[in-house]
């Protein structure tokens, strides 16, 4: 910007040095190069110009003689320079500075027709107005560069205070829910990206208070499922130690009751724990290439004598051979509380059949029922730990209400799925959809 300022400063003083020679070189063609009291409007008029440019100006005649010098020291000496030699021959010369101080430049002196150069104007011009003017606006921009540095750093400094602040709050809010405060919010403060933040913060904190729950839901029904029995046990063993003469067969049907308790606790533990093996973390997955058909045959073999004491048949349909990568053992204990449930909640003379099928990606295991269904209220819930729809029926039959939580913890472990789609009064279908190839 300075540069280009000096450059429009020394363009100016070009065009009015022209313009003035202009003027004066017809004045002194006019006056035939006399310098003398007649012309005296002339030589005042070359000396205002010297001063308004407070420089000095020479006129040259035709024989490279000094006819004015506003100095007053060359006055008819001769200049026979390179630059006033050009001009007079004419050469356009362009002006030139002499140490950045002065600035040099020739003029030709034309006869009345325009044609001939009869001698040159020789101007030395200061130009200290520019160069004054060029340090000045110098000064301006460092100072200008130093003010900006100055607000600049004081800003980011504003900006950097303001934002620290804004973090320490998060910190804070952070720290404190580090320290065991789950059920609080962290607060939602300063610029976007940290509002953001913050709402992500407290998105995770609800996500873990909601598995804090569900946990703590968990271990209260795990306490209650495993108290039941003991407190059953209890009652049993206290009523035969009240009445010491009670006759032997009672005893016998006490201690009988105190057995299928027993069975029953052993059941729901042996169920916790396929459970907790099952978890994602630790489940260690023992993939083979397995024979389905064969698996799911053997299933229905083993169960249908229970399915046979209620007169229950049990059809099995393959569609095709299939062999996938599985988990031989989980797999097996899916489908057989599948198949089992088909079983205990069935009508007596009912029927179960089981289907296989398989495209290219997956194969397809269903399970069907004509047996008690599900209405669609329960259905929502029954994958959930020791959900039962009929408390007292499924302890009846036996069952923890683990089983399908099992189930759909194994199809997820193989990244398959599970669905259940059931009309109360009709019967149940249970669909499980397990990949051919496994993928960790
Ligand atoms: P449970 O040990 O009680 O059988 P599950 O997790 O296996 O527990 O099943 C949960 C509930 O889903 C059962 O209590 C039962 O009411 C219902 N259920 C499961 N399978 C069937 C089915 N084939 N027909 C009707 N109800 C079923």
Redesign the pocket.
Known sequence: MVASYEDRLWNQKIDTIVNKCDMISDRITEAGFQFNDVNRTLETEVEQFASLLEGRIMVVDHNYRIVKDTFGVEDNRYLMTEDVIKTMSGESIQPTTIDQQYMEAFYPVKDGSGEKINGVICVIASCQDITDMGNYMEDQRSRLSTLIIIVSVALSFGVSVFMTRKFKVLNRSVRYIAAGHTDEQIKVVGFTEMKETASAFNDILAKMQMIEDSRQEFVSNVSHELKTPITSIKVLAESLLMQPDTDASLYREFMGDIVEEIDRENKIITDLLSLVKMDKKVAKMNIEAVNINELVEGIIKRLNPIAKKRNIEIGFEPFRPVIAEIDEVKLSLAIS??VE??I???NDNGWVHVYLNADHKFFYVK?E?N????SQE?QDH??ERF????KA??RE?????????I?REVALLHKGAIRVQ?NPGE??T?TMRIPLTYTS
């Open positions: 509380n599948l449930n088909a205990k909640y069935n399970i029922d047996g008690e269904g599900i329960h029954i994958f959900y039962r729809v009929d029926r499924s039959t036996g069952g923890t209400g683990l089983g399908l939580a189930t059931s019967g149940t249970f």
